[in-house]
C-alpha cells in the first residue's frame, strides 16, 4: 500500500486484483479485539443520508460502511474482500449463485436471511430520491430467486463482468423494515439497522453523527474497529476544522488544505498522513444543448449557438490548460496530471500520451471553429466539496482567458452548487470522479449517453453522447474475459478523451491529519472509515 507521513505523490502502478470468470472466492480473515473509549472525527463534506440506497457521496458511503455490510466488500487498495457473501459465483453467462455468511445478525438481533439480501435489492432499484439512488448498481440484475436458506441466484439481462463490483455499493438491510419505510425513517435512526460495526445514537444533519459499537457485530472481515464510541462531525472550512484539531475539539481531520500542508510539516501537535489518490478532477462541457445559458459573445449578448458542441472548441479548452501548473500551484505538488477521466493504473485505463499544453494551439483551434476572437464563459465549481476546487475554478479560468475565452470563475457552496449541476444550469463545470479499481463505472455513468432506462449515464452532465464509444461501453461490460474487457475499455476512453466529452485535469492525493496517539491508515479512497483510525502511542 502506498501511503505515507506526507510526502510528494507519484503515480501508481495499481489495478484492481483479478476477478475471474468464474467467480470470486470469498474467505474469512483474521478476527482481533482491543476497544478505547472514543475518537472525535470532523470531516469537510457533510453526511447527505443514512439511507444506505440513496446515492451517497464519498464521505457519506464511508460512514455508512460503519453500520450496514455489504455482500461484497474491498479494502483500501481496492481488492475485493469478504462481506456477507462467502460465495459469489458465476455458474453460467448470466446466472450468480451468493450464498451467505452463516451466524450473521442485524444490530436489532434478527439473523441475516437471504429474504433481507432480496428485499435490499429490490429497494435500491426502486427507491427514488432527487440526489439519485444506488440503482443503477442493480440494474443489470433481471431476476433474484431465493434457493434455499441463505442460498439465493441472481440473473443478469446480459453477461456483465462488473456485478461483484456493483454489488459492493449495495447496503442490506432488515427485510423486516416493509416495502414503505422512508429516507426519513433511516435519517431519524429508526430504520439504520445493520450488520455493521456500529449503531447509529443520534444524527443531526449540518451538525454531529455520533455511533455507538455494535456489540453484535460478527468481525469477519477483519478485526473490529477499536473505538466504543465515535463522533463524526461536518466542519465545511480548512481553517475551522484545522483549528479544531489544535484545540482538541476533534481528534482527526480530513482534506487538509493544502496551503496548511507545509506549515505543518513539522508541527509536533499534528501528525501527517498521505496517500496517492483515486478521484480524478475534469471539466464537464455542455456538449449538447443548442445554446448553453453562461457563454456570450465578447459583448454580453448570447451565442445562437453553443460552442461547446464543437469538439474543435472543447479541444481549444483543453490546450489552453497547463495541468502541471495546476498540479503545483493548486496542489503543492501532490497529485497528477490526468490525461483521461480515470486514475492512473486503474484497470481499463487508456495508454494515452500527455495532454499538451499548447494556448497557440488553442487559438488556432477557436479561429477554426469561427471564434477568432474567443467568447465570455462562466466556470462553475463547488467551494469545499473537492480539494482546492475554488482555487482550481479559478486558475483554469485564468488560463482560458490567456487562451483568448474570457472565463470568469464562479465558486459556490455545496448546498447552491450541488442542485445547479443537477438542473444543468451550467456551461462548463469542475466535478470530479473517485475511479473505484476498474474505469468502467466512470465509462457508464459519467461518458455512456444518458439512458436511464438502462442505467447509463446517470452523471453524464454535460450529456455528451457518441454511439461508437457507447457501444465499447455496452459491450466491454457485457464480457467476462478480462484482456478483451480491457482493450474495450481502452478503446472507449481513448475515443472520449479524444472527442474530450470529458476535459481531464489531475489526480489528487489524500490528506489527513491527526494529534499525536491516532494514527491513520491512508488509502486510495478518500473516505474516512473508522477502521482507518487506530491508536498509537508513537512519537
Same mark, same amino acid.
Not at 448498481?137 to 461483484?164: H, M
Not at 445559458?293 to 445562437?304: A, E, H, R, S, V
Not at 455545496?414 to 470522479?433: A, C, T
Not at 444518458?450 to 461490460?477: H, K
Given at each position: 500500500?502506498?501511503?505515507?507521513?506526507?510526502?510528494?505523490?507519484?503515480?501508481?502502478?495499481?489495478?484492481?486484483?483479478?476477478?475471474?470468470?468464474?467467480?470470486?472466492?470469498?474467505?474469512?480473515?483474521?478476527?482481533?479485539?482491543?476497544?478505547?473509549?472514543?475518537?472525535?472525527?470532523?470531516?469537510?463534506?457533510?453526511?447527505?443520508?443514512?439511507?444506505?440506497?440513496?446515492?451517497?457521496?464519498?464521505?457519506?458511503?464511508?460512514?455508512?460502511?460503519?453500520?450496514?455490510?455489504?455482500? *461484497?466488500?474491498?479494502?483500501?487498495?481496492?481488492?475485493?474482500?469478504?462481506?456477507?457473501?462467502?460465495?459469489?459465483?458465476?455458474?453460467?453467462?448470466?446466472?450468480?449463485?451468493?450464498?451467505?455468511?452463516?451466524?450473521?445478525?442485524?444490530?436489532?438481533?434478527?439473523?441475516?436471511?437471504?429474504?433481507?439480501?432480496?428485499?435490499?435489492?429490490?429497494?435500491?432499484?426502486?427507491?427514488?430520491?432527487?440526489?439519485?439512488?444506488?440503482?443503477?448498481?442493480?440494474?443489470?440484475?433481471?431476476?433474484?430467486?431465493?434457493?434455499?436458506?441463505?442460498?439465493?441466484?441472481?440473473?443478469?439481462?446480459?453477461?456483465?463482468?462488473?456485478?461483484?463490483?456493483?454489488? %459492493?455499493?449495495?447496503?442490506?438491510?432488515?427485510?423486516?423494515?416493509?416495502?414503505?419505510?422512508?429516507?426519513?425513517?433511516?435519517?431519524? %435512526?429508526?430504520?439504520?439497522? %445493520?450488520?455493521?460495526?456500529?449503531?447509529?445514537?443520534?444524527?443531526?444533519?449540518?451538525?454531529?453523527?455520533?455511533?455507538?459499537?455494535?456489540?453484535?457485530?460478527?468481525?469477519?472481515?477483519?478485526?473490529?474497529?477499536?473505538?466504543?464510541? *465515535?463522533?463524526?462531525?461536518?466542519?465545511?472550512?480548512?481553517?475551522?476544522?484545522?483549528?479544531?484539531?489544535?484545540?482538541?475539539?476533534?481528534?482527526?481531520?480530513?482534506?487538509?488544505?493544502?496551503?496548511?500542508?507545509?506549515?505543518?510539516?513539522?508541527?509536533?501537535?499534528?501528525?501527517?498522513?498521505?496517500?496517492?489518490?483515486?478521484?480524478?478532477?475534469?471539466?464537464?462541457?455542455?456538449?449538447?444543448?443548442?445554446?448553453?445559458?453562461?457563454?456570450?459573445?465578447?459583448?454580453?449578448?448570447?451565442?445562437?449557438?453553443?460552442?461547446?458542441?464543437?469538439?474543435?472548441?472543447?479541444?481549444?479548452?483543453?490546450?489552453?490548460?497547463?495541468?502541471?501548473?495546476?498540479?503545483?500551484?493548486?496542489?503543492?505538488?501532490?497529485?497528477?496530471?490526468?490525461?483521461?477521466?480515470?486514475?492512473?493504473?486503474?484497470?481499463?485505463?487508456?495508454?494515452?500520451?500527455?495532454?499538451?499544453?499548447?494556448?497557440?494551439?488553442?487559438?488556432?483551434?477557436?479561429?477554426?471553429?469561427?471564434?477568432?476572437?474567443?467568447?465570455?464563459?462562466?466556470?462553475?465549481?463547488?467551494?469545499?466539496?473537492?480539494?482546492?476546487?475554488?482555487?482550481?475554478?479559478?486558475?483554469?479560468?485564468?488560463?482560458?482567458?490567456?487562451?483568448?475565452?474570457?472565463?470568469?470563475?464562479?465558486?459556490?457552496?455545496?448546498?447552491?452548487?450541488?442542485?445547479?449541476?443537477?438542473?444543468?444550469?451550467?456551461?462548463?463545470?469542475?466535478?470530479?470522479?473517485?475511479?473505484?479499481?476498474?474505469?468502467?463505472?466512470?465509462?457508464?455513468?459519467?461518458?455512456?449517453?444518458?439512458?436511464?432506462?438502462?442505467?447509463?449515464?446517470?452523471?453524464?452532465?454535460?450529456?455528451?453522447?457518441?454511439?461508437?464509444?457507447?457501444?465499447?461501453?455496452?459491450?466491454?461490460?457485457?464480457?467476462?474475459?478480462?484482456?478483451?474487457?480491457?482493450?474495450?475499455?481502452?478503446?472507449?476512453?481513448?475515443?472520449?478523451?479524444?472527442?474530450?466529452?470529458?476535459?481531464?485535469?489531475?489526480?489528487?492525493?489524500?490528506?489527513?491529519?491527526?494529534?499525536?496517539?491516532?494514527?491513520?491508515?491512508?488509502?486510495?479512497?478518500?473516505?474516512?472509515?473508522?477502521?482507518?483510525?487506530?491508536?498509537?502511542?508513537?512519537?
Amino acid at each position: 500500500m502506498r501511503q505515507s507521513m506526507l510526502g510528494k505523490v507519484g503515480k501508481t502502478g495499481h489495478a484492481l486484483r483479478k476477478l475471474l470468470a468464474a467467480g470470486l472466492a470469498l474467505v474469512p480473515l483474521a478476527t482481533g479485539q482491543a476497544y478505547a473509549s472514543g475518537v472525535r472525527i470532523a470531516l469537510q463534506t457533510d453526511i447527505t443520508s443514512l439511507d444506505p440506497h440513496v446515492a451517497p457521496t464519498v464521505t457519506t458511503s464511508a460512514v455508512q460502511e460503519q453500520i450496514y455490510g455489504r455482500l *461484497v466488500d474491498m479494502d483500501q487498495d481496492f481488492q475485493l474482500t469478504p462481506g456477507l457473501a462467502v460465495t459469489l459465483r458465476a455458474t453460467s453467462a448470466t446466472l450468480w449463485e451468493v450464498v451467505l455468511r452463516e451466524g450473521v445478525v442485524f444490530s436489532n438481533g434478527a439473523p441475516l436471511t437471504a429474504e433481507d439480501v432480496a428485499f435490499s435489492l429490490h429497494r435500491a432499484a426502486n427507491v427514488r430520491h432527487a440526489a439519485g439512488t444506488t440503482a443503477p448498481y442493480v440494474r443489470s440484475i433481471r431476476r433474484v430467486t431465493i434457493t434455499g436458506p441463505g442460498k439465493l441466484e441472481l440473473e443478469t439481462a446480459v453477461p456483465y463482468a462488473q456485478l461483484a463490483l456493483d454489488l %459492493g455499493r449495495v447496503r442490506i438491510v432488515p427485510a423486516s423494515l416493509g416495502e414503505a419505510v422512508r429516507t426519513e425513517d433511516f435519517n431519524h %435512526g429508526d430504520a439504520a439497522i %445493520g450488520t455493521g460495526p456500529y449503531m447509529v445514537r443520534q444524527w443531526t444533519p449540518g451538525g454531529a453523527l455520533e455511533l455507538i459499537r455494535n456489540p453484535r457485530h460478527n468481525a469477519y472481515a477483519g478485526p473490529p474497529p477499536e473505538w466504543d464510541n *465515535v463522533t463524526f462531525r461536518s466542519i465545511p472550512s480548512d481553517a475551522a476544522r484545522l483549528a479544531a484539531l489544535l484545540s482538541g475539539d476533534v481528534d482527526v481531520i480530513d482534506k487538509v488544505s493544502l496551503p496548511d500542508v507545509e506549515r505543518l510539516r513539522n508541527d509536533p501537535r499534528i501528525r501527517l498522513f498521505s496517500h496517492e489518490g483515486n478521484r480524478t478532477m475534469f471539466l464537464v462541457p455542455d456538449a449538447d444543448r443548442e445554446t448553453t445559458p453562461y457563454i456570450t459573445d465578447k459583448n454580453g449578448q448570447p451565442l445562437p449557438t453553443n460552442p461547446l458542441r464543437d469538439v474543435r472548441v472543447r479541444r481549444a479548452i483543453s490546450h489552453a490548460i497547463n495541468r502541471e501548473a495546476l498540479v503545483e500551484r493548486t496542489l503543492d505538488g501532490l497529485g497528477v496530471a490526468a490525461n483521461q477521466a480515470s486514475a492512473v493504473g486503474m484497470f481499463g485505463g487508456a495508454n494515452l500520451p500527455p495532454i499538451a499544453y499548447d494556448v497557440a494551439r488553442s487559438r488556432a483551434l477557436l479561429a477554426e471553429a469561427g471564434y477568432p476572437d474567443g467568447f465570455r464563459m462562466t466556470v462553475h465549481c463547488s467551494n469545499g466539496r473537492y480539494l482546492a476546487d475554488r482555487a482550481t475554478c479559478q486558475a483554469v479560468a485564468q488560463m482560458l482567458t490567456r487562451a483568448g475565452i474570457r472565463a470568469e470563475a464562479q465558486a459556490e457552496p455545496q448546498n447552491v452548487f450541488y442542485p445547479r449541476m443537477m438542473r444543468s444550469d451550467v456551461s462548463l463545470l469542475l466535478n470530479g470522479w473517485a475511479t473505484i479499481g476498474d474505469n468502467l463505472v466512470v465509462l457508464r455513468q459519467a461518458i455512456h449517453t444518458v439512458d436511464a432506462e438502462r442505467g447509463y449515464g446517470g452523471f453524464n452532465r454535460g450529456r455528451y453522447s457518441n454511439a461508437e464509444v457507447d457501444s465499447l461501453i455496452e459491450r466491454a461490460a457485457a464480457t467476462l474475459e478480462e484482456g478483451p474487457r480491457r482493450a474495450l475499455q481502452q478503446q472507449a476512453m481513448t475515443i472520449a478523451m479524444s472527442d474530450m466529452g470529458l476535459i481531464p485535469l489531475y489526480t489528487t492525493a489524500w490528506i489527513w491529519a491527526s494529534r499525536p496517539g491516532f494514527r491513520v491508515i491512508a488509502g486510495f479512497d478518500e473516505g474516512t472509515r473508522v477502521s482507518q483510525i487506530v491508536s498509537d502511542t508513537s512519537r
